[in-house]
C-alpha cells in the first residue's frame, strides 16, 4: 500500500516555471514505476511523466526526478502554458486507484 501527498501548485504566469513534490507513505515505493498525471478541468486525467527508478528524466519542458531511498519524486516544469492548467497528482505507472492523493493545483495564468 502506497499513499501520495502533492504540494508545490501555484498561480503562475506563462512562461513561468514551477517545482512540485510527491512523497510517498509505505515500504513498497520502490518496486512501482511511477509518474505524475494531471487533470484539467472537464478532461480525463492523464499521465504526464514516469520514471522506473531513482534519478531524473528530461521530458522536454517537464523533468521528473525520484529517490526511491526516500521515497520521494518531483516535477520541474518551465516554460509554462496556460494549457498546463491542471491538478497534478503523483501515482503508480499504471495508476492504483486506492493511491490517488489531493493533488495540487497548478494554474497558468496572465
Known amino acids: 500500500q502506497v499513499q501520495f501527498v502533492e504540494s508545490g501548485g501555484a498561480l503562475v504566469q506563462p512562461g513561468g516555471s514551477l517545482r512540485l513534490s510527491c512523497v510517498a507513505s509505505g515500504s513498497n515505493f520502490y518496486r512501482y514505476v511511477a509518474g505524475w498525471y494531471r487533470q484539467a478541468p472537464g478532461q480525463q486525467r492523464e499521465l504526464v511523466v514516469s520514471?522506473?527508478t531513482s534519478g531524473v528524466a528530461d521530458h522536454g519542458r517537464f523533468t521528473i526526478s525520484r529517490d526511491s531511498a526516500k521515497n520521494t519524486m518531483s516535477l520541474q516544469m518551465n516554460s509554462l502554458q496556460v494549457d498546463d492548467t491542471a491538478a497534478y497528482y503523483c501515482n503508480t505507472v499504471p495508476a492504483q486507484s486506492e493511491y490517488w492523493g489531493q493533488g495540487t493545483q497548478v494554474t497558468v495564468s496572465s
Open positions: 520514471i522506473a
